[in-house]
């Protein structure tokens, strides 16, 4: 969420950057609102002001024995009693409206933010990794699994739905190997491993910036109310909300495997074959609490984090800054990590790394003290990282280690956790 203060300081600033964005959100519409709040908070002042006067008055009135004028003076006291009580039922609600909007504001982008309207504008930062050239007609994962036994997408239709996926066999042991390979490696490069719940409700889904305005992406339970978790990104962040942190103890560097689940909405017809984009898929998530002086370091120590795991696995990528109109709602900045994928001829995205600067932490009230720097508490900022999404690393690995014969060497990483070399049909 936004500072109203800095909206309102800055408007021209916020209208730079929402159109930077492409964001139809009005600094305009919020500026009338606040102003329209702060006349009904003077006019109010001014009516207690009044009504102290007349209690005042009332009792000095009383005490010269004038019942009769003191009697005058409460009815209209009376009158201005209704009158702030209105005012407050008013204000209640005009304050309820600011947040609401302040809400469904996206994030300011950062000044090193390249400038531009969507995904053709983002920028290439480094490649790593050279992608095979094969001597056979090389698969497709979603070809590739069934003819292995590993991948069954039919019998995942008729479990539940299209875009699930039902994996067997040392498909499953792949997967399962992955989670662990990431999570023994991001705990040994000083992250705390987390097992949170994969449900979680309205409070925690609003700290983040989930709701209000992707409510229709989301799994909702309907007994309690709960949402099924997008991605860890949403309870790990969540675990310090409505609290104040020591500035000794920052930063705070955590991860957690969770499956994730999202409905996917707007996304008809996009990569509708194979693992790319499914209802619920496996990811490791990082998550991290930084200072504002420390967080854009923090950011590239992440990217740095998520990139190795695909160095581990000898996966070519690339590694892109993306621009101000292909950012998330809640990112100040964003790296993304793409994978090559054969299947695609082309890189696929398997990580993005942000930073949300306060935004995250406003919403969710998570604070610092510091008491050798500042008085008080301060926000933190908060940043998020896929490390990584192990579905579509799965996929890259069956299409990257394919062989002639249509199995499937396993990456050395791996082999210690699979207990084979190769996968064979």
């Known amino acids: 969420m936004l500072d109203a203060r800095f909206v309102r300081e800055n408007p021209e600033v916020v209208r730079e950057a929402m159109s930077a964005r492409g964001a139809s959100w009005s600094a305009d519409a919020f500026i009338e609102l606040d102003e329209e709040r702060r006349r009904l908070i003077a006019k109010t002042e001014v009516r207690q002001a009044r009504r102290n006067e007349l209690s005042k008055a009332v009792g000095e009135l009383m005490k010269a024995g004038k019942a009769d004028e003191a009697a005058t003076l409460k009815e209209e006291a009376r009158v201005v009693n209704d009158e702030i009580a209105a005012d407050a039922a008013l204000l209640e ?3 309820a409206d600011v947040r609401d909007l302040l809400m469904t504001a996206p994030n300011l982008p950062h000044p090193s933010v390249p400038v531009g309207v969507d995904e053709t504008d983002n920028v290439e ?18 070809d590739l699994g069934p003819a292995l036994g590993i991948l069954d997408f039919e019998r995942a239709v008729k479990l539940a739905k299209s875009r699930f996926v039902l994996m067997g066999g040392l498909g499953a042991r792949l997967e399962r190997s992955v989670i662990n390979l990431f999570l023994d490696s991001h705990t040994a490069r000083g992250y705390k491993e987390w097992w949170p719940p994969i449900l979680a409700n309205t409070a925690t889904l609003t700290g983040t910036g989930q709701l209000p305005k992707f409510e229709d992406d989301l799994f909702k ?40 689940f999202r409905e996917e909405a707007g996304s008809a017809g996009r990569d509708t074959r194979g693992m790319i984009r499914v209802h619920q898929f496996d990811k490791v998530e990082l998550v991290k609490f930084a200072t504002p002086e420390t967080s854009m370091d923090e950011l590239e120590g992440m990217l740095t984090d998520a990139s190795h795991m695909l160095e581990l696995l000898e996966l070519p990528y690339r590694v892109i800054t993306l621009c101000t109109g ?26 993005s790394c942000s930073n949300c600067w306060d935004f995250q932490a406003r919403r969710a009230s998570i604070k610092y003290r510091d008491p050798a720097s500042f008085k008080g508490s301060r926000f ?3 940043l998020n990282g896929s490390g990584l999404a192990v579905g579509r690393c799965v996929a890259a690995i069956m299409e990257n280690y394919q062989n002639a014969d249509g199995s499937i060497t396993v990456p050395e990483a791996l082999r210690s956790y699979m207990g084979c070399d190769v996968i064979r049909a």
């Open 93 to 95: 609600q005009l304050e």
């Open 125 to 142: 930062v480094r490649r790593w990794g050279k992608p095979r050239v094969f001597d056979f007609d090389a698969q497709a994962h979603w």
């Open 221 to 260: 339970t309907q007994t309690e109310g709960l949402y099924l978790i997008p991605t860890a990104e949403v309870v790990l962040t969540n675990i310090h909300r409505d609290e104040v942190l020591e500035a000794s103890d920052l930063p705070l560097h955590y991860t957690a495997y969770t499956p994730c």
């Open 326 to 351: 292909d950012m998330g709602f809640g990112a100040a900045k964003t790296y993304d990590i793409e994978v090559w994928m054969p299947s695609y001829d082309n890189y696929k995205e398997i990580s």
């Open 380 to 382: 933190v900022h908060t």
